[in-house]
């Protein structure tokens, strides 16, 4: 005689589902946006109103048509820009070449010594996308350093460990001095 | 006649709830195929370059994309276009572009409301630099070049 097998209830299997609905609806990240965070300049109102700025304390960062570095009149290439920019902008008070340099205090850090290079950065409108990207990221990146150093040196912390106050007195220490230039046009493309 | 009648009493049958999970699954299925994750759609190719010095695009709600590459379909050409929502723009749209994103937002959130560059890596920078002293003139200061996460050498 043939023995009917009992169902196996299956009702609970509806809630696992849901279940499953559930986690993944809450785990999914709808495409997280990365990028470079950068704050425009107000626009000038006049154009004579140059601000006379120390050669010396200047790094010219040139990009043309053909995505080719010209580092104070030197070609360069990407790969060196980082370091360039880091040897620019750490402050060498004997140094005649260097940019000047002025002792501050902030709060938390104490007397800083600052350099008062500012680094200019001016494309061509034929320069592509992501050398200026390129050019951008290695920037920031050596301004990142010095902000990393300087935690070190600081609070023997590395700077993604540092609390809100101290973050925000790295930031003051050591600013990010990138200066567009307004973009000209040296003719046709 | 007996032959016909059922043994036992006459009872409902129960309901079989095993299709359940399997009209949930479906349901799932279309859900996952028909939702779309972006809100506009692209007219424009955005490969993007590569950084390593990126942060977070914190608060998606206060963001406003603005997207600029070369048309998908190719027989607009391959000069790099501008597309804010779900047309094509030129350079000067831009302020009333930004001017109707400020209004949808509340008074509070303007003030934070940050433009993302979706820009593709081949594209000159001349039609960058456009956007961006567009940007200017109306006080839109925060932008994000929005990236991918990569060494910036390999660009």
């Known amino acids: 005689m043939a023995r009917k097998t009992p169902e196996i209830n299956s009702s609970s299997q509806a809630d696992i589902a849901f279940l499953l609905l559930c986690f993944f609806l809450m785990t999914t990240s709808m495409d997280v946006d990365y990028g470079i965070t950068r704050r425009l300049p107000p626009p000038v109102e006049q154009n004579d109103e140059d601000v006379k700025v120390k050669e010396r304390n200047v790094m010219n960062v040139m990009v043309n048509k053909s995505d080719k570095l010209l580092v104070n009149g030197r070609p360069s290439d990407i790969s060196l820009l980082k370091d360039e920019a880091k040897r620019f902008m750490t402050p060498r008070p004997n140094d005649e070449t260097a940019p000047e340099v002025e002792t501050k205090h902030f709060d938390l850090v104490g007397d800083v010594l600052m350099s008062k290079g500012v680094i200019s950065l001016q494309n061509d409108r034929g320069t592509s996308y992501a050398m200026y990207i390129s050019v951008q990221n290695e920037l920031a990146r050596a301004f990142n350093e010095l902000k990393e150093e300087m935690a070190w040196q600081k609070f023997h912390k590395h700077l993604d460990q540092l609390t809100e106050d101290q973050t925000k007195a790295i930031n003051e220490a050591v600013p990010v001095r990138v200066s567009e230039a307004e973009p000209v046009v040296y003719g046709a493309n | ?155």
């Open chain 2, 1 to 155: 006649m007996g032959k016909f009648r059922k043994e036992g009493k006459k009872e409902v049958p129960q309901v079989s709830t095993s299709s359940l999970p399997d009209i949930v699954y479906m349901l799932i299925f279309f859900f996952m195929i028909t939702t779309s994750m972006r809100d506009v759609e692209l007219k424009v190719k955005t490969a993007m370059p590569k950084a390593t010095e990126i942060q977070k695009l914190e608060r998606k709600a206060l963001v406003s994309s603005i997207y600029i590459g070369p048309p998908r379909d190719t027989k607009l050409g391959t000069e790099s276009r501008i597309q804010l929502d779900d047309a094509f723009a030129r350079p000067q749209d831009i302020a009333d572009w930004i001017q109707k994103e400020r209004d949808s937002r509340s008074e509070a959130d303007r003030p934070l409301l940050t433009t993302a560059l979706k820009v593709h890596k081949e594209t000159r920078m001349g039609v960058v630099t456009d956007v961006k002293q567009e940007l200017r003139k109306v006080g839109a200061f925060r932008i994000n070049y929005t990236t991918l996460k990569g060494s910036a050498l390999e660009n």
